[in-house]
């Protein structure tokens, strides 16, 4: 046990220290950064705050209606005037951004003027005044429906149980998936390769000699697994601590992100499934490592391997379209496919408890399983020294006591 | 006294190759044994089936007594493979570090123990250096300290002098000398005949994976004394019937015998000969280079395995 934890933190360091893998690590957040500073600045610098008036000359605008939208974002001063000569003076001295003129007929004919100077009122001026003339008109609505028509209509999915549901409300549901999948890629792309290139190099350079004088099979393959999994939940740390981050700082200039709800049910799922996931896809890349008897057949090999684990991409249109179809469901059940479409299913529909729970089981079996197969295949490999092993030799291998 | 290392009837093949077809031997704490043989004759085969890394087709390599190798026989077994086996890209001192707490030794032991060797071996200076920023001499020193760090009861030593310079082999040879001298058992396999006959009290030599000699070396000496010469005179001495090798220096001929063929016909058929004027000739003490010549170039060797 005490060699398993020496790999598995040496693995670590290892890793850690290399640059591609800090480029890789500080290069998402960075990114995350840089796309929040630039949606910042853009949003900042095409903002208007500045007033937006109006003259209301058919009289069912009232300045409290903007109480209704007392929660509603974003937030802008709306100045009433009495006739457009003295809205136009305001727009002349720079006062306010733009004003919108009703005329008396509005309610028979409901087309609003708006003027302006030189530069078109912001989308959130525009945003705000279009709530407001709502707001305006369902107060003639029994209280009850005035909420209904302001805010429009929102489906949610519910399980018979009640336990759990899908929302097309908060978009963060949608969103989750694609960050999730795309980091579950990008970890796999970088730190995958790592095992595999880690077990290639140490056969070549005969390193795996002096260390199977010192370890077991289970010790090394297992110890080199623990070390990528921290290796990859420090760099998801850092990923989602930039971009929880990012969003919260966001929310203080962008009115959207303030939206932002955090899933949790689908966030502890994301979590529930990566690490089986990953331990599989680097279980698998180590087997494959261990077996090419050169770097460059094994890496050829591993890229066929990503594609095991990419597989639901294809389908998107449909797990959208029909996201309980038997094939999307076999999918979801599939060691290596269902990651990935538990995930992109979640948005749309409410995934069975029994489907989930069985494909969880499976993916953790076969991670388990995944390991154990790389220890028994690195092991046969050390038997074969430089020589490709045949699929004979290893299923005899796996076979053997 | 119980043999550290027992191996018996060893076979080994990868796929249609033949890589050991019966090795024996035994060797003692206290001693330096020889594993000698050309290259590819199956010496590091065997070592690697002795040390658990391939498993044999047929035949036992027991170590410390017992056949499977257990987590603490392993830590007490330091390994020198031929092709160094350390991490490249990585800073000596922490590789050295995590190669030797994967021996048992505690941080704080090895570091210290560290410290001691990398002053020994004059790599101090270097210890925040990469391993490839290394000189092959370097990284042969740093490989002899990570085998050595842990204080293992069984040392195994594959080409220990590659690329180390005059000095430093000296230094190995002293360091190899105290270990047996501390009751070690030292196993060496080495192309440097000079160094086995310089070192080694015991020695098996390994032809086309088969045990072909076996024993005290001095003994293995005696046995093939008369089995060169050494000759002064004028003519060619190449091309001789029942030598298989003759070497000219300083004005002198050493002539290697083939197995079996007798110093006195020799000495006859060169007296015939008028081309060849023979100014001394005398019986040599065979060296092992001698003795590694004869077995390995004899293609009518007898068995002389000798249990």
């Known amino acids: ?401 | 006294m119980e043999p550290t290392v027992q191996v018996s009837h060893l076979v080994k093949s990868f796929g249609k190759v033949k890589a050991v077809q019966d090795v024996s031997f035994e060797v003692y704490p206290g001693e330096i044994f020889g594993l000698l043989g050309p290259n590819g004759a199956g010496k590091t085969t065997t070592i690697r089936v002795m040390l658990d890394i391939f498993k044999p087709d047929s035949g036992t390599a027991t170590l410390f007594g017992t056949g499977a190798l257990t987590e603490g026989n392993k830590q007490r077994i330091g390994y020198l493979p031929e092709d160094r086996g350390l991490y490249k890209d990585l800073k000596l001192e922490p590789t050295l570090l995590y190669l030797a707490t994967l021996k048992g030794l505690d941080m704080t032991s090895a570091r210290e123990r560290l410290e001691t060797w990398l002053h020994r071996f004059d790599l101090y200076e270097h210890r925040h250096k990469k391993v490839q920023e290394l000189s092959k001499g370097m990284q042969q020193k740093a490989q002899i300290i990570a085998t050595l760090l842990h204080d293992p009861d069984l040392i195994v030593i594959d080409e220990p002098f590659s690329g180390l310079d005059p000095v430093n082999t000296r230094l190995v040879k002293e360091i190899i000398e105290e270990l047996r001298q501390a009751g070690k058992t030292i196993l060496m396999s080495t192309h440097q005949m000079y160094q086995v006959e310089a070192l080694c009290n015991r020695i098996v030599l390994i032809n086309d994976g088969r045990t072909v000699l076996y024993g005290e070396v001095n003994r293995i000496k005696r046995e093939f004394a008369g089995n060169a010469v050494n000759l002064q005179g004028q003519g060619d001495f190449t091309e001789l019937p029942g030598v298989l090798e003759a070497r000219q220096n300083n004005g002198s001929w050493h002539l290697t015998l083939a197995p079996g063929a007798n110093p006195q016909e020799l000495f006859r058929a060169l007296a015939t000969r008028e081309a060849i004027k023979i100014e001394r000739f005398e019986l040599a003490e065979p060296s092992l280079d001698d003795i590694f010549v004869a077995v390995v170039k004899g293609n009518d060797t007898e068995e002389l395995a000798h249990a």
Request: hydrophobic share 55%.
């Open chain 1, 1 to 401: 046990m005490r060699n398993l934890w020496l790999v598995a933190r040496h693995e670590y360091r290892k890793i850690a220290g290399k640059k591609s893998f800090l480029i890789s690590t500080i290069g998402i957040p960075i990114l995350i950064c840089l796309v929040m500073g630039i949606t910042i600045v853009v949003t900042l610098t095409a903002m208007d705050r500045r007033p937006v008036g109006y003259v209301d000359s058919s009289g069912i605008l009232q300045l409290d209606a903007q109480q209704l939208l007392a929660d509603e974002q974003p937030r802008l001063l709306l100045v009433p005037y009495p006739d457009g000569t003295s809205a136009r003076a305001a727009l002349e001295s720079g006062e306010i951004q733009a004003y919108y003129v009703l005329p008396t007929d509005y309610l028979e004919a409901p087309v609003a003027h708006l003027y302006y100077a030189d530069k078109a009122p912001s989308q959130l001026a525009r945003q705000r005044f279009a709530y407001f003339m709502r707001a305006n008109l369902v107060q003639q609505l029994p209280e009850a429906y005035q909420e209904r028509v302001l805010h429009g209509s929102q489906l949610t999915v519910r399980s018979s149980d009640g336990a759990r549901e899908a929302s097309s409300d908060n978009i963060v549901d949608f969103a989750v998936p694609f960050v999730a999948v795309i980091f579950f890629f990008i970890a796999v792309l970088s730190a995958g390769g790592y095992m595999f290139q880690a077990v290639a190099d140490e056969k070549e350079n005969r390193t795996m000699e002096v260390l199977m004088t010192s370890l077991t099979a289970n010790e090394l393959i297992g110890g080199k697994s623990l070390g990528l999994i921290a290796v990859v939940l420090t760099q998801l740390f850092l990923w989602i601590l930039t971009l929880t981050l990012a969003i919260i700082i966001g929310a203080q200039f962008v009115p959207e992100l303030q939206a932002v709800r955090v899933p949790w049910a689908l966030l502890a799922v994301t979590a529930v499934y990566f690490l089986p996931a990953y331990v599989l896809i680097a279980s698998l890349m180590t087997t494959v490592g261990a077996a090419a008897p050169e770097t460059e057949q094994g890496q050829q090999i591993s890229g066929l391997l990503n594609l095991l684990f990419t597989f639901p991409m294809f389908f998107l249109a449909i797990i959208f379209a029909n996201p309980n179809h038997p094939f999307i469901v076999l999918l979801s059940i599939f060691p290596t496919t269902s990651f990935t479409t538990i995930l992109f299913r979640w948005s749309f529909t409410v995934i069975p408890l029994w489907q989930l729970a069985l494909s969880w089981t499976l993916l953790v079996i076969t991670a388990l399983a995944g390991i154990w197969l790389a220890a028994r295949v690195f092991r046969l490999g050390m038997l074969q020294y430089g020589q490709a092993l045949s699929l004979k030799g290893i299923v005899a291998t796996l076979r053997a006591r």
